[in-house]
């Protein structure tokens, strides 16, 4: 005998988390939006933020975010010239789950180490994310 079909009963639809993971869910986008959520960055220093991704990952990541207004390109008027990135108000909006994905990574970390994790209310932006234990790739 079959088993019956059970209904979803998740409050909300889907459609809203896909279209935050839609989003979220790139290689490497976690990473360049917490590294630009202290501030405007230059593409070379974002590379160095992130020695494990390609030049070229990163630089489909930025055309992907800035396409979705969640960051924005500003070319500064230098010889050479340089070119900077920052948060939109649409891409602040992603900060407070990446920071709850970091306060998770805080606590898996701690645990492997078998020590205690900071209190969420500590967690600064200038951590990295490979140093609270965040997976390079989320």
Not at 11 to 20: D, Q
């Amino acid at each position: 005998m079959p088993l019956k079909r059970r209904k979803n009963r998740t409050p909300t639809p889907l459609c809203p988390l896909s279209e935050c993971m839609a989003v979220l869910g790139g290689a490497w986008t976690p990473n360049i939006l917490w590294y630009l959520s202290s501030g405007p960055r230059r593409f070379s220093e974002l590379r160095a933020d992130i020695p494990l991704v390609s030049g070229k990952v990163i630089t489909q990541r930025l055309r992907e975010l800035e396409e979705r207004g969640v960051i924005s390109r500003t070319v500064m008027p230098t010889s050479p010239p340089s070119v900077e990135y920052k948060l939109t108000e649409h891409g602040q909006e992603f900060l407070p789950a990446i920071r709850a994905i970091v306060d998770v990574g805080y606590r898996l970390k701690a645990k492997q180490k078998g020590g205690t994790a900071p209190p969420s209310e500590t967690v600064e932006v200038e951590d990295s994310p490979s140093e609270v234990g965040l997976p390079a790739a989320v």
